[in-house]
């Protein structure tokens, strides 16, 4: 007969203790994740693909994957790409926001972001430059 387990201390910023890892043991790491956004992006024939590590600069994730499309038929299908490419890896995006319509769509994988821009969008918003001490992983021109 086991012994019931001791009751787990309480946080103390009132936030339910996490009962396993974060992650399980055989999940994809973000570089993995990542590497395949920026995969999906390239068949879709995203322009300008960059991967940026953030890790250090933000909590909010690992890596950045900023890349352009030049029409709005496009920039849907590279962020629908994305989200099913890292599908197969097992990995279920958290969120998409934006629409094709607005010119900028972000694709949430967790430890991984994606920003699918048009050019215009892209040339305003200057993420590239906001992040600028991140280390750059991939550049497809």
Not at 24 to 52: F, G, N, Q, T, Y
Not at 59 to 71: L, N, T
Not at 99 to 111: E, N, P, Q, T, Y
């Amino acid at each position: 007969m086991t012994e019931p387990a001791a009751p787990a201390t309480p946080r103390t910023d009132g936030l339910p203790r996490r009962e396993g890892p974060a992650q399980p043991a055989d999940a994809v790491s973000p570089i993995d994740v990542a590497r395949a956004a920026v995969e999906a992006a390239e068949d879709k024939k995203a322009a300008d693909i960059v991967l940026l590590d953030v890790t250090g600069l933000t909590s909010i994730a690992d890596y950045f994957v900023i890349c352009s499309g030049g029409s709005e038929r496009q920039l849907a299908a590279i962020a629908e790409a994305i989200g099913d490419r890292v599908s197969e890896l097992g990995v279920k995006p958290y969120a998409r926001e934006g629409s094709a319509l607005s010119h900028w769509l972000l694709v949430d994988l967790g430890s991984v972001i994606v920003h699918v821009f048009a050019p215009p969008e892209r040339d305003y918003y200057q993420l590239e430059r906001l992040w600028a001490e991140a280390k750059t992983v991939i550049r497809v021109q």
